[in-house]
């Protein structure tokens, strides 16, 4: 029986000393045994480095199974009766939000709700032997206790469970007899001491190698222990090792002074992230043209956007790499609709609903027709009430148009209940999942929550039920294209932590920018780096091996604290420095996610403390400048930036429309929301409602964009945005008179009011019906808002019930659809509208009381009308002094119009809320408006609008607008506005 433990200085000399033998021997002995042969490394990433070596040494690993832990134990559960009793980290976390749930303690709220931090804080005890550890907060202690109680009643195993067990599984199977090496791992694998251990106690032949850690309590207790369980290590000096980057990498994390060596180190600080995305790749060019090139390690700080922009490049240029890191892939359809659905289960709001039903749209199983009217009635339906709560909106549907298409739908694909057993809850979901084909997505993972749902007792919620079937859904999207599955390219993308334990010929370090370097902060306010100490005191003991080494206590495992993280993210630095032979080069970007300027704050402290370990200078901003200027001229003519030459032409283009919208000088034109200069609006004019002419001088690009281009806003439905809009549709719909387009007359003084009290009334009872039907109280807020609109309706129904001149009334008039204003003699504007109330007052002639069918009228008479339009927000009485700019142009455009069609006598008023209303603005005053007739003329016949106001507006309505708009500032966007408009300053 072979055991050997080893500890080597260097990657070559491990390969030498250590694997290359140990596979030489197990190739030779391979048809002797029927052991398997396991090699265990930390990741994939160093599996694969093994794997290149052997290649490139022409060397076989027949029989022999390459495994990480992960893959470790799930090649140990296959083998054992454990297959069916593992559990997911997701159904942990189930599990302890619905323990948490039944404490009232807002600290076990708090659990329930987040139990990720919690769940490592429990994981980190169990694989370091502190299971029977108590918390200063009892209610911790219970669900830590309550937890455990339920494992072990249902038989389920933990990862960190099964890790411990091992050796009892391998023990009790008499199939599972190996060889393993075990090669990398280092002391941030402390949460694994266990599962190594007991595979090295189980095994027939082990080889065990390791590399030199850090020189602080983690690190020495880590060989320590190694020493401590296996006996003394065999220690393997690497002479042959590159002094040059050694030296560095030693100065480096010792902090010992500056480098005597020159080991060269190419620094490429670029200006923005495209440029040190193009810098990375350049350099990796170059380093595969150098005949001394083997493998190129390409290292991240993350999953970043730095990461994305470099395998573009790679993919552009046909470059295959060998891609550790991953990114999150593209949902496919199934998970875009069933997102969708968790969504609306997991609020409950008709926004939610309704990007369910447009989701279904896009996916082909809702036609267009459907999903408009179904969004038509529920739209109806909000507006009605002011509700977004899907239940009351069901039962409002139900009582008010119990056959819409809408309530079908809400009845086909209904709302989970609030609580329910786990079983019924799977149940319910399978049967859901069955009908929508999304089975297969996470047919295992139900499964295996099926095989212990019989187990929990009691009802728990359906947010935690949802955020547990979240998770599920979320899990397994890392992806890498298929030019990144290339394990034997010479290129290799990667991680800190995964190229631990490789050697490289040529190195790239990118991203080297304080927020992407800066150690992860991994303190937990349920286990702080007090309490972490002080356990680890309790395990710590002196070593057998000799004097002052120290190590853990059996069947414990050293629990590492933020400072420790943070050491060893140093560490590895300088080992990645000092196991690469021939050249190096670091990159870094001047503009960090929060620096928009060349400045040494954006650097890391990585990069300066290297540049001073080497060149012994301070990185300043002079030395930065030189850096960055070098590296833009030699990126000006690499091969990457010749691959640029198609985009450099939309560029221009882009800087052509980019100074154009930013000429003071100029009127606005075609890159503004206008129609170029040499060309005019289709048939020469213009064609808009009364109310976006009035827009036309507040608001010109949201008419260009809604109006002219006919894109709308997707509607969005918050009831604390929507409201105001309720009100109004409130008030508008309460003094509706239904009248056939004709004139009627006030029957009495209570009129107006008894039509107002009846239909707000009977809003008001079909609401109350609705929360009466869910079981659930009409809120008070809900009533203060009823009332503000009926007082608001209540003040206008009086005012105009008390016009004894005004007897006649018509609501609601939609103005002819051929309609034009005549705003001078040689200006004449159609239009669109409908007048809110148009009364008629007493006179000689005859009143006309009847429209045909076209909507014109038959005759006319010379009795005066009064236009009234209703306003319940913040806007302002009609003013001769503010028609001039414009303001009230829509109520003007209805008189332009009815004066049009042979009215003589006509007034105008904007009736707000308790303000006392008489005839504002009369026709005749309108003679005044030669200036804005001239402006309107001019946008009507040339077609020019442009930009007035902010573009952006944090507390208003806004549209989305083109992002080249967004940064044109005010100033010169007023000194466009009035040479464009000169009729309007």
Request: with cysteine.
């Amino acid at each position: 029986m072979a055991r050997n433990l080893y500890l080597a200085d260097g990657i070559n000399i491990a390969w030498d000393e250590v694997v290359r033998p140990w596979f030489e021997n197990t190739h030779n002995k391979i048809w002797q045994n029927s052991c398997f042969n396991i090699v265990l490394a930390p990741t994939l990433a160093q599996a694969n480095f093994l794997k290149f070596k052997l290649l490139e040494e022409n060397i076989s690993c027949l029989g022999v199974e390459f495994f990480n832990p992960g893959l470790l134990r799930n090649f140990l559960a296959k083998q054992t009766v454990l297959q069916e009793q593992n559990v997911s980290r997701e159904d942990i976390k189930l599990l302890i939000s619905k323990i948490a749930a039944q404490y009232r303690d807002f600290i076990a709220q708090s659990i329930s709700d987040d139990p990720d931090k919690f769940l490592r804080v429990y994981d980190q005890l169990i694989s370091s032997g502190f299971e029977d550890e108590k918390f200063e907060l009892n209610v911790v202690n219970d669900i830590i206790q309550e937890l455990g109680n339920f494992l072990h009643k249902s038989s389920i195993v933990t990862l960190e469970k099964l890790d411990r067990s091992i050796y009892d599984i391998i023990q009790n199977s008499d199939s599972i007899k190996y060889n393993v090496l075990i090669y990398g791992f280092n002391e941030s694998h402390w949460h694994l001491a266990q599962l190594l251990f007991n595979t090295i106690y189980s095994s027939e032949n082990f080889d065990v190698c390791l590399f030199h850690g850090t020189d602080q309590q983690s690190g020495m207790t880590w060989l320590g222990t190694w020493e401590e369980n296996f006996g003394e290590f065999n220690y393997l000096n690497d002479a042959q090792h590159n002094k040059d980057f050694k030296s560095l990498a030693e100065n480096y994390y010792f902090k010992s002074g500056i480098c005597e060596l020159d080991p060269q180190v190419n620094y490429r600080i670029s200006s923005n992230i495209n440029d040190e995305s193009d810098s990375v790749v350049q350099q990796c060019l170059e380093y595969l043209a150098d005949c001394s090139c083997g493998r190129i390690g390409i290292i991240f700080p993350s999953n970043s956007i730095l990461y994305r922009e470099v395998i573009i490049r790679f993919k552009k240029l046909g470059i295959s790499y060998d891609d550790n890191i991953g990114y999150s892939s593209v949902l496919s359809n199934e998970h875009q609709l069933l997102n969708s659905w968790i969504d609306y289960q997991k609020s409950p709001k008709l926004s939610s609903l309704i990007n369910f039903i447009r989701t279904r749209r896009v996916e082909g199983l809702q036609t267009n027709a459907d999903v408009e009217n179904i969004e038509k009635e529920l739209s109806y339906a909000f507006e009605q009430t002011g509700i977004d709560n899907i239940s009351i909106l069901e039962a409002f549907l139900e009582i008010d148009k119990p056959d819409c298409q809408a309530l079908k739908f809400l009845k086909t694909y209904c709302l989970l209940p609030v609580n329910n057993s786990f079983k019924l809850f799977l149940e319910l979901l399978i049967k859901i999942f069955n009908e929508n084909n999304w089975l297969k997505i996470i047919d295992d993972q139900i499964k295996n929550a099926l095989s212990f749902a019989d187990f929990m007792d009691g009802d728990i919620s359906k947010d935690i039920f949802i955020k547990w079937l979240k998770d599920l859904v979320d899990l397994g999207r890392r992806s890498r294209d298929d030019s990144g599955k290339h394990p034997f390219s010479r290129i290799h993308l990667m991680t800190l932590d995964q190229a631990y334990g490789q050697y490289f010929s040529h190195l790239i370090i990118t991203g080297l920018n304080k927020t992407n370097w800066q150690a992860e902060c991994k303190s937990n306010p349920l286990l702080l780096d007090k309490k972490i100490e002080s356990l680890n005191q309790k395990i710590i003991k002196q070593s057998k091996s000799g004097s002052g080494q120290i190590c853990v206590k059996n069947n414990y495992s050293f629990l590492l604290c933020n400072s420790d993280y943070q050491l060893l993210s140093e560490f590895f630095f300088s080992q990645l420095i000092a196991n690469t032979e021939s050249g190096i080069t670091v990159t870094s970007s001047l503009t960090d996610l929060d620096q928009l300027s060349l400045s040494q704050s954006a650097i890391s402290d990585k990069l300066t403390k290297l540049h001073w370990v080497e060149k012994g200078e301070l990185l300043s901003n002079s030395i930065i400048a030189r850096i960055n200027s070098e590296t833009n001229a030699w990126l000006k003519c690499s091969v990457v930036n010749s691959e640029k030459s198609i985009d450099e032409v939309e560029f221009d283009q882009l800087k052509l429309v980019h100074s154009i919208r930013r000429d003071r000088d100029k009127i606005f034109g075609e890159y503004e929301f206008s129609y170029p200069s040499d060309r005019r609006p289709p048939d020469d004019r213009l064609k808009l409602s009364s109310k976006q002419w009035e827009y036309t001088l507040t608001q010109p690009s949201n008419v260009w964009i809604e109006s002219i281009l006919k894109i709308k806003k997707i509607k969005t439905y918050e009831v604390q945005q929507s409201w105001s809009l309720v009100i109004g549709n409130w008030v508008h719909s309460w003094l509706l008179i239904f009248s056939d387009n004709k004139f009627i007359k006030k029957s009495n003084d209570n009129f107006i009011q008894n039509q107002l009290d009846k239909k707000s009334q009977e809003i008001l009872n079909k609401v109350l019906l609705s929360y009466k039907k869910m079981n659930r109280q009409l809120p008070d807020w809900w009533v203060s808002k009823w009332n503000i609109a009926h007082q608001i309706a209540n003040y206008f129904a009086l005012q105009l019930q008390s016009f004894d001149d005004w007897p006649l009334l018509l609501s609601e008039y939609t103005l002819p659809r051929l309609s034009k204003c005549v705003i001078s003699d040689t200006v004449s504007i159609p239009i669109t509208g409908r007048i809110d109330m148009l009364l008629c007052g007493k006179g000689n002639g005859k009143i006309t009381q009847k429209f045909d069918v076209d909507n014109s009228i038959v005759n006319f008479s010379d009795d005066p009308v009064w236009i009234i339009d209703f306003k319940t927000g913040g806007d302002s009485s009609l003013k001769k002094s503010s028609i001039k700019k414009g303001k009230g142009l829509q109520l003007i455009l209805y008189g332009l119009a009815l004066k049009s069609m042979g009215f003589q006598d006509i007034s105008m008023s904007i009736l707000l809320p308790n303000n006392s209303i008489e005839p504002q603005i009369h026709i005749s005053d309108l003679e005044i408006l030669d200036e804005l007739c001239r402006a309107i003329s001019n946008i009507l016949n040339k077609g020019i609008l442009g930009i007035k106001g902010p573009m952006k507006n944090e507390y208003n309505y806004s549209l989305n607008y083109p992002l080249a708009t967004l940064t044109i500032d005010d100033e010169i966007l007023s000194e466009k506005w009035k040479i464009s408009h000169p009729y309007l300053n």
